[in-house]
């Protein structure tokens, strides 16, 4: 069974920065295309970056295109969501997601349980 932990969520001032760790066990971690999704309090969960398997073809929403960098060590199964320039708006709960396809879909099989990022203006 693939496992996902997160870490390194916390409080933050606006501008500040942050950098999540997602660590996988269970299978054969470069097999999958990893992403970073956020669920704020009353809001939907939203896409917030993925990256292929080979640590190429990184893809970001629009709200943190230039802010946030993902990035992946095969060696160490471990996925990475640096997050600088943070915003109020950042607040959340981040969850890391794992799907064994080259592709990361809307509906990935595999999650964390969430770290929580608050941002304090």
């Known amino acids: 069974q693939v496992q996902l932990v997160e870490s390194g969520g916390g409080l933050v001032q606006a501008g500040g920065s942050l950098k999540l760790s997602c660590v996988v066990s269970g299978d054969t971690f470069s097999m999958y295309t990893m992403g970073w999704f956020r669920q704020a309090p009353g809001e939907e969960r939203e896409f917030v970056a993925s990256?292929?398997?080979?640590?190429?073809?990184?893809y970001y929403a629009n709200s943190v295109k230039g802010r946030f960098t993902i990035s992946r060590d095969n060696a160490k199964n471990t996925v990475y969501l640096q997050m600088n320039r943070l915003k109020p708006e950042d607040t959340a709960v981040y969850s890391c997601?794992?799907?064994?396809?080259?592709?990361?879909?809307?509906?990935?099989?595999?999650w964390g349980q969430g770290t929580q990022v608050t941002v304090s203006s």
């Open positions: 997601a794992a799907e064994r396809r080259s592709v990361l879909t809307t509906t990935p099989p595999f």
């Open positions: 990256i292929g398997r080979s640590g190429s073809g990184a």
